[in-house]
């Protein structure tokens, strides 16, 4: 089911390029490098769960690229345009071969599960 967003209709015209440009620069960055590696952890300073995530994955000897965007003190507005993009309300936002997985909890549950494997492997996600 998809996730219901504010139709373009609802939105006034004289606003919705502001809208569009909302901190462009940073979905742009993280959507490139979404495409450009399998796995991709997008976190934040003073936050344990980018820190986890990251663990476990070295732990299984999985590459992944980190991005990092401040810390609870700095940098949130433009970390909400990310929660905003994605609909994905925490830290880390975890992508595997494109698709978000969720956050660090996600990612041990997909590990646990051996889906994780089949995700890299290209195997579609099991429902």
């Known amino acids: 089911m998809p996730r219901k967003i504010l139709d373009d209709a ?8 502001a ?3 909302h901190h462009r620069d940073i979905i742009e960055e993280v959507s490139a490098a979404i ?3 399998p796995v991709v952890v997008v976190g934040m300073k003073q936050n344990p769960f980018p820190r986890r995530a990251c663990k476990r994955l070295r732990e299984k000897q999985i590459e992944f690229h980190y991005l990092e965007y401040g810390s609870y003190l700095n940098t949130w507005r433009r970390r909400n345009a990310l929660k905003m993009w994605t609909g994905w309300p925490t ?3 975890i992508f595997v071969r494109g698709m978000l997985i969720g956050g660090a909890q996600d990612l041990e ?10 995700l890299l492997a ?3 996600a099991q429902a």
Do not use: D, Q, V
């Open 19 to 21: 809208i569009s440009s």
């Open 91 to 93: 830290f880390p936002m």
């Open 10 to 17: 609802a939105i006034h015209p004289a606003i919705r390029e």
């Open 122 to 124: 290209g195997k579609e």
């Open 109 to 118: 549950r997909l590990m646990a599960s051996g889906e994780l494997e089949r």
């Open 35 to 37: 495409a450009a590696h």
